[in-house]
């Protein structure tokens, strides 16, 4: 994923991403750096479901900043 603000990835989770859930994933991989593990391991879900739920909003997130 390209380099961009905090800040900026912060508003564009919490804008573009209505899942509450999500944003806490999100929040925890592109804001504050977390492996997929450490984020499954902090919210009780897989890698898998963390990383697909990832995967799914990346281009998204990409295309609003």
Not at 8 to 21: F, G, Q, T
Not at 31 to 46: H, K, L, M
Request: with cysteine; aromatic share 12%; glycine share 2%.
């Amino acid at each position: 994923m390209p380099e961009f603000r905090n800040s900026d990835m912060r508003l564009a989770i919490e804008e573009y991403v209505h899942n509450s859930k999500h944003r806490e994933l999100l929040r925890l991989r592109y804001c504050d750096g977390y492996t997929y593990e450490e984020i499954a391991w902090r919210t009780d879900y897989s890698p898998q479901h963390v990383k697909a739920v990832c995967r799914e909003y990346k281009n998204l997130l990409i295309n609003r900043l």
